[in-house]
């Protein structure tokens, strides 16, 4: 699974780690995330995240 990073404020999400905040599990891929979460820093959707490739 890859990391995710939001292009407004560079916070990375890790799909081992998950966003407690947010409700989402560790070991959910970016994916599989629902469609309205939001960055846990600065609130922007899904579709402003890339793929960081490791
Ligand atoms: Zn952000």
Redesign the pocket.
């Known amino acids: 699974m890859n990391k995710f990073s ?6 990375e999400y890790d799909p081992a780690v998950g966003d407690a905040e947010g409700g989402i599990a560790p070991g959910t891929a970016f994916e599989d995330i629902p469609d309205d979460w939001v ?6 959707g899904k579709d ?1 995240f890339t793929k960081i490739d490791d």
């Open positions: 939001c292009e407004v404020c560079g916070y960055c846990p820093l600065c609130g922007q402003q």
